[in-house]
């Protein structure tokens, strides 16, 4: 009896100093965290990392299939999870280094790095450098892994741009000033990008763009008229290419084009078979190579079909969250570089998260980019989870400024110069 | 901005509703129509083999070469599907640039292993490549019996058409989830396909060659238009051989050959019975009690019936015969006689009243029933409408139509004892029996009268020539004149031998017939008669039935 007593005394203190020891971690790991990041940072961390993490299931479930019966990859139901793991957790360590580092160094590096980009998008045209993968040239292969310069193109651009941006007295108040040299770049970027051809990512360059000027407090009827003018070239690109012009009538008409519309309506009636509930994970049918691209471009319409209104709708609700969340944190930024950083890359990921569900769900036409985060992608999902980074170092740079947070509500004075739009949006 | 985020939110998720829940039946629909899929599993048609086991027709695995037409190069893929296969180039680009446009088949059932060389070339993309079975026939013996399919596999002759339902099987079903390229990745349900049954005929191929070969000797000898040759098992009723020419090419397809070469004479055409018939009239005779084998007729060399005189085959005077005796020499008068003086009713028009239900008792005048396609049924006149002059000729065999296998029937159901059996080809459907109908027409003792008479026939009378030695033989010869332009001809004429062998314990019944001979003499005993000796000492040495 006493030597079972003992025991089972002697089990409980073992219980409770693991607990202690536990819960002792778990607190410090989340005060750090707390006293590190503010809310917004909290949540964005936690959508991005629930959104990757989501995006390796949904990966498996929809390559499985593709990847098995296909020899080029092996038959490996797996090969997508292997190296969409494998780079996701490169890309993981990429956003917790930059969330630590001063978002500064984008100012510094932007510049070369657009220049590095721009070089490398005239490089990848050239046959022998670019691969040639399904009608594009996209990627240059650098070894084991292979780059996209238009992935890189976006972060040049972003550090860039802002820099530009914030080192100006006011905001770009006419096209002469938006355009030079902001403008002209973008426009070049674009171009080239086009070129490879890459529609979707020159549409999300832009939209990336657009976000910047827009918080840098670029007039309003300025940003109309850049945004029809952007509507405008976009159109023109589509209709002077036969197969974009083939999807963008299948867009408007499906029936009457039905060579363009396979990928768009195989997509569409996936997702719709997918009802309320979904057939659960795994027992889709359209990654069956019915909808093609579905772990990249089309991923949303395996959500749909798997996990059904439900799951696609939490899915959206999750990227309403990381733009509420990436806003914020750009509203709250210290200085105004990183505002205009902030505000470019959550209109880049929201913008092309938009983009990408827009033309699943059938709103917008086809233009083929992936769902950031979710699809299965090695330097762009590395660049993603870089951006975010950099919006965690900004929201991390605001969190360990002694001055009191909510220094923007109402009747306080303003410290620091926030751009005029913030100013009125908060009062 | 703000709130042209929250509109671009607000309408996809309104879209996603208007999708996945207001016309998701609608669109599952859709996505269902392209996922599952439904195959048909093809179930192989039955072999039939001989009844030994030897294959007569078999099934085959083929390849059917198509391709999706209109294709860029037809040139090109016509020389390469021509020159692989050995077809003819012109006919496969013609069908490679019709104006239908889908898929077309460009060569059925070809050469599986030619097939897979053609799909070892680059334009086997543009062509497809569909299992199919094919219809073999290893030996082309026995053609007009075993018949033919169409190229998709349904009976069109013979046992192949009559057999048809049971060698066809049923096509089982398949359903399953298909992915885009049409490959099975989740089977639903399957009904699996079921065979078609495997024929094992009565058939023993070694007498059945025997029979071809009996009956193009025969055509030779006698310089014949056709001869027809059928063996029967007497105590099965089981068809053993039969053969008739002009015969078909056996290394040649059944669609080679000419309606006349794939007949089958043995059921399909008729002919008057002649002297064999003299036995159905003494049997009619003996159990109707009228006459005993040992009864003596007054036998003139004519006689008058009515308007027509009656003559036997040799002239002679005025004799007396024993029944058995009337039989052994073959006299048409007394034959005539024990009908019209024994079987007739009292009544001018009642000349048939006793002899007439015999006829259709011994099968006479109806389908024997056997198990091929296109029997006849022969023609026997009613009874009530018979004149004098019928009752001048049915008792020897003239003014009725018999087919060969009622003849030959009628003997081997003499030979058995006096039960008939039902003449059948088919023995067993995937091992199990075919029931076959069995009647007793004759009490034994009467079967064995006739036996006995019937083997005086071959040993002293008009069947000499059928004696075969070492095996005791019985049987009837006759012979008739062929209508000519509505008369009797003086020039053409049918002779028959049948008869069964061995005659203490018969095994089986021959019967050869000899139509129109153009050498020798015409007599069923100098033309059939020997064919029959040949036939069935082969058959018999086949059966293992030892010599005497």
Known sequence: MVANDAIVARAETVRELHEDVTEARVHQLLRGTRRDLPVEGQILLLVTLGLTAFGQVMVFSASGPLALTSAQYHHDPLYFVKHGVFFTLIGVVVML??????????????????????VLLVAVLIPGIG????????????????????????????GTGAAILAARKTPPSTLREIARPIGIVTVLACGLILKEPDLGSS????????????????????????????LGGGLLAIMTTAYRRERFLAFLDPAAHRSGSWQTTQGLLHYAAGGINGAGIGAGTGKNQF???????????????????????????AYALFAWAGFTIAMRARDRFSQIVAGGATALIAGQAAINVGAVVGIIPLTGVPLPLISYGSSGKIVMLLIVGVLLAICREQGLTPTPRRSTTRGRSQPRSGPARFRRAAR | ???????????????????????????????NGEHLETLRLHASRGAIVDARGRPLALAEEATTVGAYVPLTDPAGVARAVADTLSVSRD???????????????????????????????????????????????????????????????????????????????????????????????????????RDGGRLQLALDLQIQAAAERT?????????????????????TGGVLGMAATPAPNSSAAYGEATPDEVRLRAIADQYEPGSTFKTATIAAGLDRGAITPGTRFTIPGCIWIYNRKICDAERHGTESLSVSQILTVSSNVGAVKIAYERLSGKGSGDHGKYFAP????????????????????????????????????????????VTPLQVAAFYAMVANGGVWTQPHVVDRIDGVPVPAARIRMLPTAIAAELNVMLRNVVSTGTGVKAAIRGYGVAGKTGTTQKVVNGTYSKSHYVGWFVGFAPAAAPRIVTLVLVDDNTKGSYYGGDTAAPAFADLTARALQALGVRRR
């Open chain 1, 97 to 118: 280094l930059a969330m630590r580092a001063q978002p500064r160094w984008l100012k510094v590096g932007g510049p070369g790095m657009l220049l590095v980009s721009l």
């Open chain 2, 91 to 193: 006919v496969i680009y013609t069908r490679l640039t019709t104006a239908h446009r889908g898929h077309i088949d460009l060569v059925r059932q070809a050469d599986p292993a030619a097939a897979a060389r053609l799909q070892a070339l680059n334009v086997s993309t543009l062509l497809t490549f569909i299992p199919e079975e094919k219809r073999v026939y290893p030996l082309g013996m026995a053609m007009p019996i075993v018949g033919t399919t169409n190229i998709d596999g349904h009976g069109l002759a013979g046992l192949e058409r009559s057999y048809d339902r049971a060698l066809r099987g049923h096509d089982g079903l398949e359903r399953f989830t298909r992915n885009a390229t049409g490959a099975s990745i989740s089977p639903i349900a399957v009904t699996p396909a």
């Open chain 1, 291 to 317: 909808v093609p691209e579905a772990h990249t471009d089309m991923i949303f319409s395996v959500i749909g079909e798997e996990l059904g209104l439900v799951g696609s709708v939490l899915v959206i609700l």
């Open chain 1, 131 to 158: 691969q040639y993968i399904n009608g594009a040239r996209r990627w240059i292969a650098a070894g084991p892994i292979s780059v996209q310069p238009s992935e890189l193109v976006k972060i040049g651009l972003l």
């Open chain 2, 215 to 235: 009956v193009a000797s025969t055509q030779r000898r006698t310089g014949a238009r056709s001869v027809v040759a059928i063996v029967l098992d007497v105590r």
């Open chain 1, 203 to 230: 549409i999300a360059v832009a939209v990336m763009v657009f976000g910047m000027l827009f918080v840098a407090g670029t007039p309003m009827r300025l940003l109309a008229l850049l945004g029809g003018a952007g």
């Open chain 2, 1 to 31: 901005m703000l709130a042209g985020c929250l509109v671009l939110l607000a309408t996809v998720i309104a879209r996603s509703v208007q999708l996945q829940v207001v016309a998701h039946a609608q669109y599952a629909a859709l996505a």
């Open chain 2, 358 to 401: 015999y006829i259709a008792r011994f099968g006479f005048g109806k389908p024997t029933g056997i198990d091929l396609p296109g029997e006849l049924r022969g023609s026997v006149p009613d009874y009530r409408t018979w004149s004098g002059t019928t009752i001048g000729n049915i008792p020897f065999g003239q003014g009725l139509g």
